[in-house]
């Protein structure tokens, strides 16, 4: 995961070159310039983390080469939009944008969760990637017996995980896919309507 590392690497830099600076002045005053360089630090640090700087001059060829250098993980499965892609692996999913150039970092403004929805029927988001007409439903529910049927609104090619739960009947479904939303959506489980 170089995301990491490259951000421990630019912390002791600034650190660094701030604190070189601060001695060649005329007031150095060595604890309050440290307390500064730190602090400073970990505002820089901080803002890189929130808006990666490296999607400035890196671009990507796949959202897989974004997902292996922000994270740690195998990769489950990829589900392609038309200016995105979402990776979804074993401990998260991950929603990569596309430019023309190629696939970039995501940052804090890359996605917009446009419902977040938890009932009697699972919990279900709908994501929005920004500046984009992709939209992304991940969501979760449970089922008796390992057999269930799942369709949606827009005829979305929606992907299913189904998990047995300990030595109970019930399964965990796991759903996710790239989506058409629009107002009105929902989804259609096992013939019943969940409005979202």
Same mark, same amino acid.
């Given at each position: 995961?170089?995301?990491?590392?490259?951000?421990?690497? *630019? !912390?002791?830099?600034? !650190? *660094?070159?701030?604190?070189?600076?601060? =001695?060649?002045? &005329?007031?150095f005053r060595k604890? =309050?310039?440290?307390?500064?360089?730190?602090?400073?630090?970990?505002?820089?640090?901080?803002?890189?983390? *929130?808006?990666?700087? $490296?999607?400035?001059?890196?671009?990507?060829?796949?959202?897989?080469?974004?997902?292996?250098?922000? =994270?740690?993980?195998?990769?489950?499965?990829?589900?392609? @939009?038309? $200016?995105?892609? *979402?990776?979804?692996?074993?401990?998260?999913?991950?929603?990569?944008?596309?430019? $023309?150039? #190629?696939? %970039?970092?995501? &940052?804090?403004?890359?996605?917009?969760?446009?419902?977040? $929805?938890?009932?009697?029927?699972?919990?279900?988001?709908?994501?929005?990637?920004?500046?984009?007409?992709? !939209?992304?439903?991940? @969501?979760?529910t449970l089922c008796?017996?390992?057999?269930?049927?799942?369709?949606?609104?827009?005829?979305?090619?929606? =992907?299913?995980?189904?998990? %047995? &739960?300990?030595?109970?009947?019930?399964?965990?479904?796991?759903?996710? #896919?790239?989506?058409?939303?629009?107002?009105?959506?929902?989804l259609i489980i096992?013939?019943?309507?969940?409005?979202?």
């Amino acid at each position: 995961m170089l995301y990491g590392l490259f951000r421990i690497v *630019l !912390f002791l830099i600034i !650190f *660094l070159i701030i604190f070189i600076l601060m =001695r060649k002045s &005329n007031t150095f005053r060595k604890k =309050r310039n440290i307390i500064v360089s730190l602090i400073l630090c970990i505002i820089v640090c901080a803002i890189s983390f *929130l808006i990666p700087i $490296e999607n400035l001059v890196i671009h990507f060829k796949s959202p897989q080469d974004v997902f292996h250098y922000i =994270r740690i993980g195998e990769i489950e499965d990829t589900v392609d @939009g038309n $200016e995105s892609s *979402l990776i979804f692996s074993s401990d998260a999913f991950c929603v990569i944008p596309k430019t $023309e150039t #190629g696939y %970039k970092i995501p &940052n804090i403004f890359s996605t917009n969760t446009i419902r977040d $929805e938890l009932n009697r029927n699972g919990n279900y988001k709908i994501i929005e990637v920004e500046n984009t007409n992709d !939209f992304y439903l991940w @969501g979760a529910t449970l089922c008796k017996g390992g057999k269930i049927d799942i369709t949606d609104s827009s005829h979305s090619k929606l =992907r299913t995980i189904i998990t %047995k &739960n300990g030595n109970s009947d019930y399964y965990t479904v796991l759903i996710y #896919g790239n989506i058409n939303y629009s107002d009105g959506y929902y989804l259609i489980i096992d013939g019943e309507k969940i409005q979202l």
